[in-house]
């Protein structure tokens, strides 16, 4: 079956350090995925796409990763900060851009 | 920008009533806008997917007579959930899709919060 991992529901770092978050899928070939933010009560944000012929993409201090053989995407938060506490969610698109599917997200944490 | 609205934000309404949800994108036209449902703690789920101008493809499980969709225009969606009941309460979110670079990205709008009562 078809399926979207984010690596854990909780991740707790110390404010400066790098945060990565992990998105696994399985029985999908996206032609590209994404990275969201969501806030408590807000709608997604949308922060990176990443197309499956491109290993990496940044954009200041963000920066994602794609590896279609091992099906996987890391995004890295680094110099990380308080507000960049937020729930970040990985999301897949199924063809064409008409349907995207979104993994439980991720609860990043950064304590000052 | 890509900027999407949704009215309202919060909305609590008795039970067997109907409730209706807008979505607009108000810098851009979107040929195509999503609908989806969030429970505490949980991904986005999918309902729906709304062209404009032609009925909207639901995803399995959603009661297309119960979450009426409609996509009047190119900037505006409506949701509107009929003879709501407790179970219907959740956040939702629509969003809007833009071609940008050979790929479309969804930009989502605040969220409804709808509470039946």
């Keep these: 079956s078809q399926k979207i991992e984010q690596n854990s529901e909780a991740l707790n770092i110390q404010e400066g350090k790098t945060a990565t978050l992990t998105c696994n899928y399985t029985n999908y070939s996206p032609a590209y995925l994404q990275w969201y933010r969501q806030d408590p009560g807000r709608g997604p944000v949308f922060l990176l796409l990443i197309r499956e012929n491109e290993k990496e993409k940044r954009k200041e201090r963000l920066k994602v990763t794609f590896d279609t053989t091992l099906k996987q995407s890391l995004f890295h938060i680094t110099a990380s900060q308080p507000a960049d506490s937020a729930t970040y969610l990985c999301a897949l698109d199924t063809g064409g851009g008409f349907k995207t599917i979104f993994g439980a997200g991720t609860r990043l944490f950064v304590k000052a | 920008g890509a900027v999407v609205s949704q009215h309202p934000s919060w909305v609590i309404c008795k039970s067997g009533t109907s409730v209706k949800i807008e979505c607009r994108s108000l810098d851009f036209q979107a040929t195509t806008m999503f609908w989806y449902r969030q429970f ?78």
């Design chain 2, 40 to 117: 505490p703690k949980q991904s986005l789920m999918l309902m729906a997917t709304s062209n404009e101008g032609s009925k909207a493809t639901y995803e399995q499980g959603v009661e297309k007579d119960k979450f009426l969709i409609n996509h009047a225009s190119l900037t505006l969606s409506t949701l509107t959930v009929t003879s709501a009941h407790p179970e219907d309460s959740s956040f939702y979110i629509c969003s809007a899709s833009k071609l940008a670079e050979s790929s479309y990205e969804q930009y989502f709008g605040p969220g409804t919060r709808l509470t039946v009562t």
